[in-house]
């Protein structure tokens, strides 16, 4: 019911405000934090479709929703969005399937740091990842955790931004370019989904070990060792990343940066079903930084997990992983 009165209005705004399905979207998220108050300009939104509206909204406040019931409203109705006005690979959302498994590879790894938790994202989008994040470690009983989320992306940063308000999150957003100089805390564990191209900025890139010297260096590259670069001593990354990462013309500085700058602790391998093409497949990076009680794994975590709708191969990666942090992690 909630995801219908949600994405009912969506429409309505799109339609009355002449504009794109996340325009609407964002429109639709500030009516809502506003008490459910339509905002009209000119006579738009209409007498009528402001009566349609405001019933929608004080159905939807009135419902008792958790914060995760929150959130899967809004990315349901976000998905639907996506059917009618796709974006480009790199803006989709964050499957939930993957986003558990962020959150249970979290848990296990920061079982000493149930307080006052940071959690970054760098390419964070419309921050369903980064969300599913904060929601589930808070359901698990984590307490006072941060998010931060970066964007160069002015309209998935005001999604993001309605969303976190909406859901009642602590996070900061900053809109700029990931790869220049941040002005943030210090992180704990960064995370991201990582956009696949090339970064256009040379002079920018060559400041990273891991840009290439021939041509564009690959975005996803800088952003892992950016994205490192403000976690604490000992603090992890986990990164979402082509299957072949270290198989590609521009992977031996990639590599370089593995072997000198961090530890390459883990790389889970995701079930071939979620990518509609091989050529499309993704794993999980985790990577830990340097520190008086971080080391090298003495066994790098390789797995591969057939599917995540099979109870029993979750399972059996479960007791994998928590077995593999409580002999190769300190």
Known sequence: MGFKNMHESVKLLQQELDTSFFDA??????????????RVIDNVPNQVAVKQLEAYYQELL?????????????QLTLLSGLKVEPLQANHQ??????GFLFVYMIEQLMKDKQDDMVVGDLSVGMGNLLYTILSNLSVAGYTNIKGIGVDIDE???EVAAVNKNWLGLEAELFHQDSLEPLLMEPLDVAVADLPIGYYPKDDVAKDFMTSFATEHSYAHHLLMEQSMKYVKEDGFGLFLVPNNFLETEQADSLKKWLVEEVYLQG????PKTLFSQKSLGKSIVLVQNKGNKAKQAQEVLLAELPSLKENKSVLNFVNQFRQWCESNIK
């Open 267 to 270: 790389i889970l391998q995701l």
């Open 25 to 38: 979207y964002v429109e639709n998220g500030e009516n809502l934090l506003d008490g459910g108050s339509v």
């Open 62 to 74: 009135g419902m008792t929703l958790s914060t995760e019931e929150k959130r899967k409203i809004t």
């Open 93 to 98: 959302l964050t499957p939930d399937g993957i």
């Open 155 to 157: 309209l998935l940063l």
